[in-house]
């Protein structure tokens, strides 16, 4: 798969050279910002952001990404949009798309539909997240952070904790993962949260499977831990998630009860799993993780624009 | 009247000549988009997008235009303003034009409002709406679409349906039509929202007016057939608009019963009144209207910027 | 202090030299303005707006300033941001700041955050607000004004009427007056917002201090009236708001009654203390002050960025 020119709206796709292309492009960009600040490489491109559902993180990163590539972003604000007065996310698209966007990023809460929708629009598309279902930028970034810190995306042992089944983050990095060889994958949630079937078929064969529901059993094998948050509008029982609460969460004192500490990871925004008492050890790395999102996205970007 | 410097608040003041030449200027701006990409016509000039009303299709494609020119925008958003602590619309526009852009669209929900504003405001004004008085650049477009598909502005029979009472598009795209010979416009709507008196008069003259309750009737006569919406809310009784949603609407089904389908045009967004069966008929061209309006935009903000 | 590379997160650290080298650079942007539109000094730089309070007016002041400047603008949209999942103010600071902006421009509602999360945030900051704490950049814009109008910032009699207690432009702009010599400041409020003792003890013994609940016994001594408006909410009881809605009010009529008008300033947004019957005086001077603000900003971001 060549990216330009193409969508990006699945993670599968991809090949480890295509991967490891946007990496070594994401790592040149980011000496080329140190040099020079911004860049001028896309002046005269335009990048619409259409989330059709509440972020801004991710809309932050490809804002930030774009206007240091020298072009320019124009903001769907779906929010106040003519949605209310019922049109369709279809309309909207094809809408915006006859605009002439150089490029679109788009979420929308619907597993699958950047892929329903793309044929239709002529831009290309960037999946921001279509929701449960994945978040290709997401996991390229991981992928950066991880071979920026560890030199390699083989033969890693890396805990995905948390929310396994309504997240968009383990799906995607999981299918990442499993394109290097070597890698074992410990999923570590509550059975209400374990991961998607769909997930562990892709991966199966691929990358070695572990699932648990204890944290503490695994942490010293691990060499990444990447800490998601759980959603108590996804737990049946309020009492559950007050007792997960307990569980499912990182903290100092979690992390000194054990020899071997892995490197810690987050998408970010966190809420209680990832306690501020972790932002001082040296394994935490998830701040680095989201300013690495700046290069990734700006490597992804200059490559679909073919720049 | 020369557009340069000059606001834009009313289709009434435009001569044929005026239109025309917009028109010739927005075929310009595409070969030119279509050769170049973006370009540098506006680089340093600010637009300040004002929309007071919740909106977002007309400003986005006031935005994509601005900066397919080279030129910038800076919106202020109204829903989180300070409109919440009671400053009025007048004060409002009298500090952002104090900032200096170099040019304001504005919707306002008030009809006459920008006319009633315009000699206070140094920057000029396009009326992107002013409540259900006028849309001009709307018409503009319109015509520029009309007159791609059909190669003139006169000689037309056009059938405008919907709420032709409340609605904006209707009149501005009416008193556009008056002005070139040989106009007849089917007016098509319930006696609820039957087209108002004050544009029956502008009109009467001018284009011939006929005014029907029944889209069938006349449909086989119309070289276009100009939907909008109704709203429910400006209807005295939900019974009444519930009744209207079976008749002002058109479907695949209802086109297929005639001989002759005429150019369906609408301004989007739209809800059940046009349905999406009618999307793959050759006379649906609504997405490429809203697409028409990106250039017909650049080449109103263009003359009026005297660029 | 050089402001090159530095924060401005309060007025008290500024000399009167950096004052007065502000408003210069102010002048000279002004011309330059004047001549040639827009600048490029500032190109390739962007900033980033995080208002963590509601607020445009400001932000729009600063985006004109930063886009006049050539540099671009990217705005953290806190109301649909994940701050509603639960995230730290200081979490969303380091994660935009990870993106790289070369200046961060903060309103929060938390007096003396910015002084908190600065030394952790490597882009400078300006404060645009902290509660009822500070507004440096307002203070600026202000005497800006004073010095364009009367030529001078030493030995004026200011009258700062309103909320003194929870209001932010009264401290900074005290805080400034008190840097030049032979300053009188007189603090019209009623005793349920009387100037905050810390105010009053930063002041004492540099600008000379005179409190007062009247405005008319006070107001031909003047040489400017700096209104600012009254929050019902902060008020114990709403039968003393409407009471004094009668008070701190200033109107044509008001104004007429006495012999000498001084110059009428006034933040904005406005509401009934300053009534628009005051517009056609030549003393009111609250738009232009407001544009002032263009000006001021655009320097106080060139001497930040070391332009």
Same mark, same amino acid.
Request: charged share 30%.
């Given at each position: 798969?060549?990216?330009?020119?193409?969508?990006?709206?699945?993670?599968?796709?991809?090949?480890?050279?295509?991967?490891?292309?946007?990496?070594?492009?994401?790592?040149?960009?980011?000496?080329?910002?140190?040099?020079?600040?911004?860049?001028?490489?896309?002046?005269?491109?335009?990048?619409?952001?259409?989330?059709?559902?509440?972020?801004?993180?991710?809309?932050?990163?490809?804002?930030?990404?774009?206007?240091?590539?020298?072009?320019?972003?124009?903001?769907?604000?779906?929010?106040?949009?003519?949605?209310?007065?019922?049109?369709?996310?279809?309309?909207?698209?094809?809408?915006?798309?006859?605009?002439?966007?150089?490029?679109?990023?788009?979420?929308?809460?619907?597993?699958?539909?950047?892929?329903?929708?793309?044929?239709?629009?002529?831009?290309?598309?960037?999946?921001?997240?279509?929701?449960?279902?994945?978040?290709?930028?997401?996991?390229?970034?991981?992928?950066?952070?991880?071979?920026?810190?560890?030199?390699?995306?083989?033969?890693?042992?890396?805990?995905?904790?948390?929310?396994?089944?309504?997240?968009?983050?383990?799906?995607?990095?999981?299918?990442?993962?499993?394109?290097?060889?070597?890698?074992?994958?410990?999923?570590?949630?509550?059975?209400?949260?374990?991961?998607?079937?769909?997930?562990?078929?892709?991966?199966?064969?691929?990358?070695?499977?572990?699932?648990?529901?204890?944290?503490?059993?695994?942490?010293?094998?691990?060499?990444? %831990?990447?800490?998601?948050? #759980?959603?108590?509008?996804?737990?049946? =029982? &309020? !009492?559950?998630? $007050?007792?997960?609460?307990? @569980? +499912?969460?990182?903290?100092?004192?979690?992390?000194?009860?054990?020899?071997?500490?892995? %490197?810690?990871?987050?998408? #970010?925004?966190?809420?209680?799993?990832? =306690? &501020? !008492?972790?932002? $001082?050890?040296?394994?935490? @790395? +998830?701040?680095?993780?989201?300013?690495?999102?700046?290069?990734?996205?700006?490597?992804?970007?200059?490559?679909?624009?073919?720049?």
């Amino acid at each position: 798969m060549a990216l330009c020119g193409s969508d990006l709206v699945s993670i599968i796709p991809l090949s480890t050279r295509d991967i490891m292309g946007l990496i070594e492009d994401a790592e040149e960009l980011r000496r080329a910002l140190r040099v020079y600040g911004s860049l001028s490489l896309a002046r005269g491109r335009i990048m619409a952001t259409v989330f059709l559902e509440p972020s801004t993180r991710t809309k932050l990163s490809f804002t930030f990404a774009m206007k240091r590539l020298g072009g320019d972003v124009v903001d769907f604000d779906a929010s106040r949009s003519s949605l209310l007065k019922g049109e369709t996310d279809r309309d909207t698209l094809r809408i915006i798309d006859g605009y002439g966007p150089d490029i679109i990023v788009l979420r929308q809460s619907k597993p699958g539909f950047p892929m329903e929708i793309k044929d239709e629009i002529e831009a290309p598309i960037i999946n921001a997240g279509d929701g449960w279902n994945e978040h290709p930028t997401q996991a390229l970034l991981d992928a950066y952070t991880i071979w920026r810190r560890l030199g390699r995306l083989s033969d890693l042992r890396v805990g995905i904790m948390g929310d396994l089944r309504y997240g968009r983050t383990p799906s995607s990095l999981s299918y990442l993962l499993a394109k290097f060889p070597g890698n074992t994958i410990y999923y570590i949630a509550p059975p209400e949260l374990s991961v998607r079937p769909e997930i562990r078929e892709k991966v199966a064969g691929k990358a070695e499977i572990i699932e648990t529901e204890s944290l503490e059993d695994v942490i010293e094998e691990l060499d990444i %831990l990447y800490v998601t948050r #759980l959603q108590k509008e996804r737990l049946p =029982d &309020p !009492s559950i998630y $007050e007792r997960l609460k307990g @569980i +499912y969460r990182v903290d100092a004192a979690l992390l000194r009860r054990h020899r071997h500490i892995p %490197l810690i990871m987050h998408p #970010l925004p966190r809420t209680w799993e990832l =306690d &501020p !008492s972790v932002d $001082e050890f040296p394994q935490a @790395i +998830y701040f680095e993780q989201a300013r690495n999102g700046l290069y990734m996205r700006m490597s992804i970007v200059k490559n679909i624009l073919c720049l």
